[in-house]
């Protein structure tokens, strides 16, 4: 156990779908990031929330709209994505967004796009 | 931008021997680098991190060195147990927004 819960685990979308991802944490943490991970590649950073605000938006695609309604709540609406979208999507939180603090990590939505 | 290379894709030693993974990186030398673990299906977990007045870290069987003039951390797991197979990965932070960066992983198998 995390501490870091991400839902769903699984999914799978067509290209004209809308799903959302959810990421909660129970660690009373200031800062969230959403990161992708394609398989024989590094972490991506996409994005990250500060007390609920949006502080990095790493050149990430419209088609990604990330949703942070509280400090302990995370979302990732998706629509109209592309296969290449395909990977692992984690959630992550830390104590706060700058500074060395460790990242604590849920365990990924696996996202395959049809 | 900062660019990490980890020494190689996979490692495979022999159970009790010492697994020595290298995380090596480009540009300037970051404040502080740390090491996670990340076992298949799972989100990456935090093990270590050392910071650049740092030389050496220790926790149990792990050992970090940085050494900011080689540009390289070096992980060390000593009396390596099959139960420390897993993808370990480096991070730094990068840049001015001070986010983390992270290495592609090595892929450790401890045979038994």
């Known amino acids: 156990e995390t501490g870091v819960t991400q839902t769903p685990r699984h999914l799978v979308m067509g290209m004209t779908n809308k799903k959302s991802l959810k990421c909660e944490q129970h660690?009373?943490?200031?800062?969230m990031y959403w990161y992708k991970q394609s398989a024989k590649k590094p972490l991506e950073l996409m994005f990250v929330?500060?007390?609920?605000?949006?502080?990095e938006n790493n050149s990430v695609p419209s088609r990604f709209s990330p949703e942070c309604p509280n400090s302990s709540h995370l979302f990732l609406h998706l629509h109209t994505l592309q296969p290449e979208d395909s990977a692992l999507y984690l959630c992550?939180?830390?104590?706060?967004?700058?500074?060395?603090?460790?990242?604590?990590f849920g365990d990924g939505t696996r996202l395959s796009i049809l | 931008s900062q660019k990490i290379e980890q020494n190689s894709e996979a490692l495979n030693i022999q159970e009790g021997k010492t697994a020595t993974l290298t995380c090596n990186y480009t540009?300037?030398?970051?404040?502080?680098l740390q090491w996670y673990r990340q076992d298949p299906g799972r989100g990456p977990v935090f093990l270590l991190l050392?910071?650049?007045?740092?030389k050496e870290k220790r926790k149990e069987r792990l050992k970090v060195t940085f050494d900011t003039t080689l540009k390289q951390s070096l992980f060390h797991i000593t009396a390596s147990q099959p139960a420390d197979s897993a993808t370990y990965l480096c991070?730094?932070?990068?840049?001015?927004?001070?986010?983390?960066?992270f290495g592609s992983g090595t892929q450790l198998t401890v045979l038994p």
């Open positions: 992550a939180s830390s104590q706060d967004a700058w500074g060395i603090q460790p990242q604590h």
């Open positions: 660690l009373g943490h200031n800062a």
């Open positions: 929330y500060s007390l609920e605000e949006r502080v």
């Open positions: 540009n300037y030398s970051p404040a502080y």
């Open positions: 050392i910071r650049e007045n740092e």
């Open positions: 991070a730094l932070e990068e840049g001015s927004a001070r986010q983390l960066t």
